[in-house]
């Protein structure tokens, strides 16, 4: 996070999100990032002899926008349509992150002319492998990026105008600080900005994604390694060793052992101010070899643009097979089946009840004491897992660092 300390820039790297949008934002090259820096390095480094003070970096910075109530009772209530969905093409299905709503949403915006852009991540062919990117074809959305579960700068390829015109409609699907980055960034504009949310969780860091490196005993080439659905998690290891040292791997989800140190900071769960938001219905008995979407359609902007992917998306009474789920057959879903898909009390405990204490505003002694102590034991975690050979013995030891947080957690919680 970008802020200012009397007349100079400075950066706060707790509570940066990396989302990226102060590299988008500067014009003055008085910023850089190291997207591989480890979890407490810098992300954002400043050059103050090219700094001109112009605030636009700090004003476009999400962090201090995002809500610090957890958004679940009233909010998840009041929405306009759930539904599980995924896309009707078998191929894209199987392809995407969960059920490809995401690209089909996209290539319907497009074709149909109800959106000029849509900004989202591309695949590149080789590292850094990602970057946030506008696509203006319907084609161009082959390019669309699965799940990247690690962070990169993805706001940083924001631009206001594309090709010298003028964006007037965007559809941006990012995770829900990207989104308020974003619309920071179009802040004042004509360009409308329709949202939608990736629900983001979680999201591993470099430290996370050396550790799974090392784990796989450094191979050369763990091309042949990659897999998707199939054999259980976690099935996905991408990355492309010989580009070192720029590889990246992602994980999914299931393990304790990540954290982009500005994540603790989002309490938002549903997709604070999107139009619509794209789960994946852990939880609900889903199975996981086809992949399906949960769907949460918040406004009537979302449930036109929902309307409009229609023909290329098949809504839970239309998905039969695998893939299908119990609920989906039986009755139509519910907010409860929502709340369901969710590790609910982790999340509650791990991440929305500490907000005040990363934002500095904890008042009470015993709060703070309990996350400081919690605070270190992720970072020995961190450290403890990148650095000991001995994978039995760590085992044992893992698993008594993780009862022995959760144990803090719940008493810190009940306080
Ligand atoms: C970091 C991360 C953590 C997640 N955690 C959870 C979770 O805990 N529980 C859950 O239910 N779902 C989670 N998801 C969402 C889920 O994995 C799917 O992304 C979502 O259901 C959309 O799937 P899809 O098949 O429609 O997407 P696809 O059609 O495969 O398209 C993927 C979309 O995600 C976008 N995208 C990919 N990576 C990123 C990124 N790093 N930042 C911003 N946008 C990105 C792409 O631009 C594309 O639009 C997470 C996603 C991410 C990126």
Redesign the pocket.
């Known amino acids: 996070m970008l802020f200012f300390r009397g007349k100079t820039l400075d950066f706060d790297p707790d509570k940066c999100v990396r989302c990226g949008a102060c590299f988008a934002s500067c014009g003055h090259g008085a910023l850089s990032c190291n997207p591989e820096c480890g979890d407490r390095e810098p992300f954002v480094t400043i050059n103050r002899e090219r700094c001109v003070l112009c605030q636009k970096c700090v004003k476009v910075c999400p962090v201090s926008e995002l809500p610090l109530h957890p958004l679940i009772g009233d909010d998840i209530e009041q929405l306009e349509h759930i539904c599980l969905a995924s896309s009707k093409d078998e191929q894209v299905r199987f392809n995407?992150?969960?059920?490809?709503?995401?690209?089909?949403l996209?290539y319907a915006a497009l074709q149909s002319g109800f959106v000029d852009a849509v900004y989202?991540?591309r695949r590149l062919p080789s590292a850094p492998f990602y970057e946030g990117a506008y696509f203006v074809e319907p084609d161009d959305v082959l390019q669309?990026?699965?799940?990247?579960?690690h962070a990169?700068p993805?706001a940083a390829g924001l631009k206001k105008r594309l090709d010298g015109r003028l964006i007037k409609r965007l559809l941006f699907?990012?995770?829900n600080c990207?989104m308020q980055a974003g619309a920071n960034f179009y802040k004042g504009t004509s360009t409308e900005l329709i949202r939608v949310a990736?629900?983001?969780?979680?999201?591993k860091t470099h430290d996370f994604v050396t550790y799974i490196r090392r784990e796989m005993g450094d191979p050369d080439d763990l091309e042949a390694a990659i897999e998707y659905r199939g054999k259980g998690w976690p099935g996905v290891v991408r990355s492309n060793a010989k580009e070192k040292p720029s590889e990246f791997y992602t994980v999914p989800?299931g393990m304790e052992l990540w954290r982009v140190p500005g994540c603790k900071l989002c309490a938002n769960l549903f997709g604070w101010k999107s139009d619509l938001v794209?789960?994946?219905?852990?939880g609900i008995g889903a199975d996981d070899r086809s992949?399906l979407?949960?769907v949460l359609i918040r406004t009537d902007t979302g449930q036109r643009l929902w309307n409009m992917g229609r023909s290329r998306i098949a809504d839970s009474d239309q998905i039969t097979g695998a893939g299908g789920t119990p609920n989906s057959k039986s009755r139509p879903l519910t907010v409860a089946d929502v709340k369901t898909?969710?590790d609910w009390w982790r999340y509650r405990r791990t991440k929305v009840d500490s907000i005040p204490y990363y934002l500095g505003q904890e008042r009470n002694w015993m709060r703070k004491l309990g996350y400081a102590f919690l605070d270190w034991v992720r970072t020995f975690n961190g450290w403890f897992f990148l650095r000991f050979k001995n994978r039995a013995l760590r085992n044992i030891l893992m698993r008594f660092w993780g009862k022995s947080s959760k144990a803090i957690l719940m008493i810190v919680g009940k306080r």
């Open positions: 995407a992150s969960s059920g490809g709503a995401a690209r089909e996209a989202g991540v669309m990026a699965n799940s990247v579960y990169f993805f699907i990012g995770t990207q990736i629900l983001c969780k979680q999201q989800f794209l789960l994946d219905p852990w992949g979407n949960l898909a969710i």
